[in-house]
């Protein structure tokens, strides 16, 4: 029964460990999501640069 519990309770730290790792990567994801966000939205203001005088693109 001992040897049970041990099992138990190891499987349960190793899912509460996987919990606050899946949460860590949600939060890195979001992070990303608003900065991905930022970047396309600069990107869509920014002004276009034209090729100078004599060079193709």
Known sequence: ???????RNAALAASRRTEADLA????VNQRLKVDNSRL???E???????P???QST
Do not use: C, I, S, Y
Request: net charge negative.
């Open 1 to 7: 029964m001992e040897d049970l519990r041990k099992q």
């Open 24 to 27: 860590a990567l949600r939060n």
């Open 40 to 42: 396309l939205e600069a």
């Open 44 to 50: 869509r203001h920014a002004p276009v640069e034209e």
């Open 52 to 54: 100078a005088f004599g």
